[in-house]
């Protein structure tokens, strides 16, 4: 049973940076793809930046591009998201997914495996 570990959230002002962590644990972290997705109450669960099983390939939402970078490191089964010049509007709780298919997606239907979330508050 693969288990997702998100760490790293809290509350930071607006232009502040923050960096989540994801820590995987009882699969085969290396061969899968990773997301980090994130929700507000009464909305869906929106897409945030995915990244490829080897790490090659990054895709991200326009509403993040150019201030938060995802990467990974297999040797410690981490996924991480380094989010620069927040804004009030980055504020939601903030997912970790795991895609058995090494290639990265954009839709969370896409995704076998989630971390419990975690909080991010951006304060204007």
């Known amino acids: 049973q693969v288990q997702l570990v998100e760490v790293g959230g809290g509350l930071v002002q607006a232009g502040g940076s923050l960096r989540l962590s994801c820590v995987a644990s009882?699969?085969?972290?290396?061969?899968?793809?990773m997301g980090w997705f994130r929700q507000v109450p009464g909305k869906e669960r929106e897409f945030v930046a995915t990244?490829?099983?080897?790490?090659?390939?990054?895709y991200y939402a326009d509403s993040v591009k150019g201030r938060f970078t995802i990467s990974r490191d297999n040797a410690k089964n981490t996924v991480y998201l380094r989010m620069n010049s927040l804004k009030p509007e980055d504020t939601a709780v903030y997912y970790c997914?795991?895609?058995?298919?090494?290639?990265?997606?954009?839709?969370?239907?896409?995704?076998?495996?989630w971390g419990q979330g975690t909080q991010v508050t951006v304060s204007s």
């Open positions: 997914a795991g895609r058995r298919l090494g290639v990265g997606s954009s839709s969370l239907y896409q995704y076998d495996y």
């Open positions: 009882g699969g085969t972290f290396r061969s899968y793809a």
């Open positions: 990244i490829s099983a080897g790490g090659i390939s990054t």
